[in-house]
């Protein structure tokens, strides 16, 4: 059986070149099983008409605050209660603003705040109104009042322009109405490491990587929109925490060990994709050290291998890593799944533009201890996130399937 079937969707269409694609939307629910009834804003009726939906969903269509298509029944309150999922597909950048401020000036408006249903926005604008700070800020807030954001493609725009905005399509939209519907990290306690870990030299200096905590941030983020409940232990990173995380702050190696110990009973799944120093220096200057014309020699000692340190202590859990290399990239993953005692390694090669540190976007190769592999294209780091999560699942429904039959 569907996931959509017998379920009510409320899907609300708002002003935007990509409004009529909500038909195909409106339509694929339908046929799957769910009750669609759609509500028009009046910007939404300059590009599509409700006579479309009415045949796709065979449901009166809502347009107006005051209509009352059921005797008896105030129509946003009886609507709001009702829906499993408010999917807003094409969002403009004007409803998101007046969803961040809670303003209740139409039906749909009004409905997002009567509704405790899982709330699903799909945007579709032009790039500059999409990446504009305050259309950035009030995603933002949305995210972090739990709004599940299908986040816009890349591509042509209507406006010619090139660029993000473009509404993601149909079977991404239906995805993520479905996450909405049935989490699939429902119940299950996430542990991800994130960003490069500061071995001070002196109070001024430290030895570090280029990790930006991207790849680890996008983890965390996907995961808690999945269901799962996550701690987020990240080194020093300039990324915004994400919603919905349970985030611990540390600096160095030591302090990121000591943070994953504490809360590792509490653990189902462990996603390591800190950069993390192998080597800090044996002593700490006090203060800071003078500039002088002789040499500086700084001795190293090994810092502890967190990832191996959780492998030695496995119990049931899954443990994923990630394998940063310049050469050689499969054979030394390899080396490191089973060095670390993993489940699942991410094969990362940092040596080529646009993937590994600091970049938008990866490729990366999965590698299964039970020897299976599965390269990616080069995709955003979100998309990685993706497909890591799904291989994650996977695992969990596989442990669990031996553990039932042990019983
Ligand atoms: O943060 P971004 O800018 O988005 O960049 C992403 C990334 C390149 C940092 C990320 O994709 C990545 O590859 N992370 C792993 C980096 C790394 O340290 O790899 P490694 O091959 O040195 O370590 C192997 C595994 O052991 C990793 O999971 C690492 O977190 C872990 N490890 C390593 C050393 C150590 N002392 N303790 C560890 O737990």
Redesign the pocket.
Known sequence: MSVFEGKHILLGVTGSIAAYKAADIASKLTQAGAEVDVVLTEHARRFVTEVTFRAITRRPVLIDLFDEPEERQIAHIHLAKRADVLLIAPATANILAKLAVGLADDLLTTLALATQAKVVIAPAMNTVMWQHPATQHNVRILEERGALFVYPAEGMLACGDVGAGKLADTPTILSAVETALAPPLRGVRLLV?????EEPVDAVRHLS??????????IAQEAVRQGAEVTLVTGP?LLDPPAGARVVRVRS?QQ??DA?LQVYDGVDVV????????YRPAEVWQGKRKKGEEEWTIRLV?????????GERKGGRIL??????THELLE??QK?LLE?N?DL??A?D?SQEG?????DT?R?TLLWASGRQEQLPLMS?RE?ARHLLQAVCDLLRAAKATKGASA
């Open positions: 490491t994130a960003g490069p870990t990587n280029p990790s930006s905590g991207k790849m680890g941030y996008a990173t190696a990121m060990l994953c996603i390591a994709a800190a950069a993390v120093s192998d090994p810092n502890p291998d967190i990832l191996r340190t959780l994923v890593g990630f394998a940063a290399e030394n993953a490191k670390k993993l390694i991410v990362n940092v993937t590994g540190f600091r970049a990866n990366v780091k990685v």
